[in-house]
């Protein structure tokens, strides 16, 4: 949290938001600590979320979530490209 309080000081106290990896520590300490500020993702933990999410819902190649039809393709680092359809 070292690095949050010098953010805090180095923009005179108007910290808005910030983006992490949402680890539980992290989460914790700015939902009791710092309730003003944003907390979200990066992008790279976020599509790991949303992948992770999708698969529990999809267990095959393509499927049906509410009215979206969702595609998934290999992508060669073993991650997945999502294709969303409407």
């Known amino acids: 949290m070292e690095l949050l309080n010098k953010a805090k000081v180095d923009l005179g106290g108007r910290l ?3 983006t992490t990896d949402g680890s539980i520590s992290i989460r914790a300490h700015m939902k009791k600590n710092e309730p003003a500020i944003r907390h979200g993702l ?6 790991k979320n949303v992948i992770k999410n999708l698969n529990k819902k999809c267990r095959r190649k393509v499927c049906q979530v509410g009215e979206l039809a969702i ?6 680092n073993e991650s997945l490209y999502i294709i969303i359809v409407i």
Request: glycine share 0%.
């Open 42 to 47: 990066d992008v790279w933990h976020l599509s």
């Open 71 to 76: 595609n998934f393709l290999p992508h060669p």
């Open 16 to 18: 808005y938001s910030i």
